[in-house]
């Protein structure tokens, strides 16, 4: 029988709460879904659609929605996520009709794009469902002492240490919600960037400072008494890697500002830190000079209605980091 693939209404609140606990064990499902799927985004409430054979719900996909800017002008966009289909109903092309339907409604929905980096098994169903592959997000890394680079032995590891300390820099306060000093940094960030999710005081309070595992920190970069900088901190891999999970920076503050976060995470016990960046922005800003090194990467994603604007699948617009995730928690 064929599957039924519908935009999810509020009668369908607890079977798309259901599979989010499926698709990730031990989410507290309520806060995740008052938090990403409601009005509480500055954005808009999440738009799904849900599919079932035969009566039995079989899998979901949604959209989070995101303001953009773009060549200066503020579009509607989404964030992918959520997306999961049951065992027993795999490999039989479900995930592609979700993506589908999905881009189906895009112009109902006034979607202009859909973005985002997913993991591997996300990849082939979203390029069924009309993703295209625009370049790639890597990840950029940086020690901080001796046993990152294979010297553990304490005096080793601890004259390391010392060396790449940064001196005399910026330093990070913690930010406040609606915190006025992120609006002043957006504002002069914004023309830096041609493409970009709004980083404004509202989105960094509702990305970091209300997110349910409140496991991210956000930060407003200080010099002499004012904001050069905003950004979002984890610590990962058993707080060995403090993730710059996202930042911007007012312009020529940008490796300032990685000073500033490199010399608040040597006060931890992490051994690196890392940021991810669309690949091409990261070699623009010549992450080598605060000594970040180029490891990984994976697609970058992005799909438009079929009559959509082109400047979304232009991967030299783009600035991507790790705000524009569904996940309140990396680790």
């Known amino acids: 029988m064929a599957f039924d693939v519908r935009a999810a209404t509020h009668a369908d609140q607890s079977e798309v709460a259901a ?7 031990g989410v507290d499902v309520t806060a995740r879904l008052d ?7 500055p954005a808009g409430t999440a738009l799904t ?12 996909t949604s959209y989070f929605p995101f303001r953009l800017q773009l060549d200066g002008q503020p579009v509607r966009a989404a964030l992918g996520g959520d997306g999961y289909v049951r065992p027993k109903f795999r490999r039989r092309g479900l995930g592609g009709l979700l993506h589908e339907a999905a881009r189906r409604d895009m112009h109902a929905n006034d979607i202009g794009c859909m973005y985002g980096a997913p993991g591997a098994m996300n990849v082939t169903p979203l390029k069924h469902g009309g993703s295209r592959e625009v370049g790639h997000v890597a990840r950029w890394v940086r020690p901080l002492r001796g046993a990152a680079l294979g010297l553990g032995k304490p005096p080793f590891d601890r004259l390391v240490r010392g060396i790449l300390r940064p001196r005399f820099v910026p330093y990070l306060d913690p930010m406040a919600r609606f915190d006025p000093r992120v609006d002043e940094v957006w504002e002069l960030f914004a023309p ?3 493409l970009a999710a709004i980083r404004d005081a509202a989105f960094y309070t509702w990305r970091f400072l209300e997110s349910p595992s409140h496991r991210e920190p956000a930060f407003v970069i200080v010099r002499g008494g004012r904001p050069i900088g905003a950004c979002a901190l984890e610590l990962m891999n058993g707080a060995q890697t403090m993730r710059i999970v996202d930042l911007i920076a007012v312009p020529g503050q940008w490796h300032a500002c990685l000073s500033a976060i490199v010399r608040h995470a040597a006060e931890t016990e992490a051994h690196t830190v890392d940021i991810k960046l669309m690949a091409l922005d990261g070699r623009r800003r010549h992450m080598w000079r605060s000594g970040f090194m180029e490891r990984d990467s994976k697609p970058f994603l992005v799909v438009i209605p079929v009559d ?8 030299m617009r783009w600035f991507y980091c790790g705000a524009d995730s569904d996940l309140d928690s990396l680790e």
Request: glycine content about 8%; aromatic content about 10%; proline content about 5%.
């Open 19 to 25: 599979l989010v606990r499926e698709m990730i064990p």
């Open 35 to 41: 938090w990403l799927y409601t009005d509480r985004n």
């Open 49 to 60: 659609w849900i599919a079932s054979e035969n009566g039995e719900v079989a899998g979901c």
């Open 192 to 194: 830096t960037v041609r």
């Open 308 to 315: 959509g604007d082109r400047r979304f699948v232009d991967p």
